[in-house]
T-cell receptor, first 113, second 110 residues
Framework: NAGVTQTPKFQVLKTGQSMTLQCAQD?????MYWYRQDPGMGLRLIYY???????DKGEVPNGYNVSRLNKREFSLRLESAAPSQTSVYFC????????????FGSGTRLTVV | SQQGEEDPQALSIQEGENATMNCSYK?????LQWYRQNSGRGLVHLIL?????REKHSGRLRVTLDTSKKSSSLLITASRAADTASYFC??????????FGTGTLLAVQP
């Protein structure tokens, strides 16, 4: 019962580098999300995918792109990393967008220097 | 910007005491959820209460919802050291994804 798996767990990037955060869920959930968590800011939604084949912007989408590769996988890409993107990134999934609890991955701690 | 705001920001109690955390929000909601986050870990879903419900229980957890005051409370009874964590409320609209508050840091002293 893996739930939501995120890779990598830790990453250090130089300003301007690119990288993709991977997320996979094995619960047959329709909806998937990417959040970032910064001290004192709580969790802020970056992008979400209500169902396979759809993606939508959240509260803080600038500097990020996403791909819903299939029902299981939802990746987050940083095309040109900036120090302001230093954060802990969480992927989550749920049966549907509304009226269901979310299952979270264990997070990716990203530092951009 | 966050939809929910938790109060207090930090709470320290002794083992065996009850802990109460409050959440206020601004717009109408379809449901409100509470999550726990242990240090360095992902969030864990605790309980969901729908807008037409006033109270819900799950083990040692009791959640209330007052839609007229746009507020919710989470009560943890007979707290244990293992309850030490951050607690977040999150609000969901009729068609919208969850928006999280900034959390309450609970410390339960053994």
């Amino acid at each position: 019962n893996a739930g939501v798996t995120q890779t990598p767990k830790f990453q250090v990037l130089k300003t301007g580098q690119s990288m993709t955060l991977q997320c996979a869920q094995d619960m047959n959930h329709n909806s998937m999300y990417w959040y970032r968590q910064d001290p004192g800011m709580g969790l802020r939604l970056i992008y979400y995918s209500a169902s396979e084949g759809t993606t939508d912007k959240g509260e803080v989408p600038n500097g990020y792109n996403v791909s819903r590769l299939n029902k299981r996988e939802f990746s987050l890409r940083l095309e040109s990393a900036a120090p302001s993107q230093t954060s802990v990134y969480f992927c989550a999934s749920s049966v549907e967008v509304t009226n269901y609890g979310y299952t979270f991955g264990s997070g990716t701690r990203l530092t951009v220097v | 910007s966050q939809q929910g705001e938790e109060d207090p920001q930090a709470l320290s109690i002794q083992e065996g005491e009850n802990a109460t955390m409050n959440c206020s929000y601004k717009t109408s909601i379809n449901n409100l959820q509470w999550y726990r986050q242990n240090s360095g870990r992902g969030l864990v879903h605790l309980i969901l209460i729908r807008s037409n419900e006033r109270e819900k229980h799950s083990g040692r957890l009791r959640v209330t919802l007052d839609t007229s005051k746009k507020s919710s409370s989470l009560l943890i009874t007979a707290s244990r050291a293992a309850d030490t964590a951050s607690y977040f409320c999150a609000t969901g609209g009729a068609t919208n994804k969850l928006i999280f508050g900034t959390g309450t840091l609970l410390a339960v002293q053994p």
